[in-house]
């Protein structure tokens, strides 16, 4: 298991706040989204490589956003060593261009994650707005053990499908990936668009578990008030 976590949003209803820095019990976004995932991974039985080579060796975590911002984000998480950093290419050029920055970032490690063993065939994907992005993966984590083979799981709340909060098989969606660079449908592309040849179940979670962060209504009804001070002006 593997995991790709998307922090590149332009934050425009936030007057251009950074979603990744809200901080909420004292951690950001970010930092609560990367344990949420880390958790996950461990509870597939996958246990984290500890790595001798420096910030980000042996990650099994892709972080997708501005890097420099990204960076100062997600100090605090317990698995900060082994996260690697990327972004888009352009950057802010959507989700589906941030879901493939984070395969190729994590494939051009060479992990055991990405081969073809039983155990590793699958990418976490989290939005990192989602404040409650921990619980959901664990409850997909749940959901995927009664999937067959070669299938992903997607979080759906209030009958509302949520493609940022769903665990996919690895090989298909770095196959759909490929078709879109290929065809030049990947830059501001949507992500139900790059996952329609993927085998997907439902996974239907608590009302409003998935609920996002896009207003400042939104950031205050979940108890978000600060954000970092370092991310002033930027």
Same mark, same amino acid.
Request: aromatic share 4%; charged share 20%.
């Given at each position: 298991?593997?995991?790709?976590?998307?922090?590149?949003?332009?934050?425009?209803?936030?007057?251009?706040?950074?979603?990744?820095?809200?901080?909420?019990?004292?951690? @950001?976004?970010?930092?609560? @989204?990367?344990?949420?995932?880390?958790?996950?991974?461990?509870?597939?039985?996958?246990?984290?490589? @500890?790595?001798?080579?420096?910030?980000?060796?042996?990650?099994?975590?892709? /972080? /997708?956003?501005?890097?420099d911002k990204t960076r100062d984000w997600?100090?605090?998480?317990?698995?900060?060593?082994?996260?690697?950093?990327?972004?888009?290419?352009?950057?802010? %050029?959507?989700?589906?261009?941030?879901?493939?920055?984070?395969?190729?970032?994590?494939a051009a490690q060479a992990l055991p994650?990405?081969?073809?063993?039983?155990?590793?065939?699958?990418?976490?994907?989290?939005?990192?707005?989602?404040?409650?992005?921990?619980?959901?993966?664990?409850?997909?984590?749940?959901?995927?053990?009664?999937?067959?083979?070669?299938?992903?799981?997607?979080?759906?709340?209030?009958?509302?499908?949520?493609?940022?909060?769903?665990?996919?098989?690895?090989?298909?969606? %770095?196959?759909?990936? *490929?078709?879109?660079?290929?065809?030049?449908?990947?830059?501001?592309?949507?992500?139900?668009?790059?996952?329609?040849? /993927?085998?997907?179940?439902?996974?239907?979670?608590?009302?409003?578990?998935?609920?996002?962060? *896009? @207003?400042?209504?939104?950031?205050?009804?979940?108890?978000?008030d600060a954000w970092p001070a370092e991310?002033?002006?930027?």
């Amino acid at each position: 298991m593997i995991a790709v976590i998307l922090a590149g949003g332009m934050s425009r209803r936030l007057g251009g706040v950074p979603k990744a820095g809200l901080l909420l019990e004292g951690q @950001t976004l970010l930092a609560r @989204t990367v344990n949420g995932a880390m958790a996950a991974i461990e509870q597939g039985f996958i246990q984290p490589a @500890t790595g001798d080579g420096g910030e980000g060796a042996g990650a099994r975590i892709a /972080v /997708v956003g501005p890097v420099d911002k990204t960076r100062d984000w997600i100090r605090g998480a317990r698995s900060h060593g082994q996260v690697l950093f990327v972004q888009e290419d352009p950057p802010y %050029s959507g989700p589906a261009a941030g879901i493939a920055a984070g395969l190729a970032a994590l494939a051009a490690q060479a992990l055991p994650a990405l081969d073809e063993e039983a155990d590793s065939g699958h990418v976490l994907v989290l939005a990192c707005d989602m404040p409650r992005a921990g619980e959901i993966a664990v409850l997909l984590m749940d959901s995927l053990a009664g999937c067959k083979a070669g299938s992903g799981i997607m979080a759906v709340d209030d009958g509302r499908k949520q493609p940022l909060a769903g665990i996919y098989p690895l090989a298909a969606l %770095s196959a759909a990936v *490929d078709a879109a660079r290929q065809a030049g449908k990947l830059e501001n592309a949507s992500v139900f668009s790059l996952l329609a040849s /993927v085998f997907i179940k439902e996974c239907v979670v608590p009302l409003g578990l998935s609920t996002d962060i *896009d @207003t400042w209504q939104d950031a205050h009804a979940q108890g978000i008030d600060a954000w970092p001070a370092e991310a002033e002006g930027q």
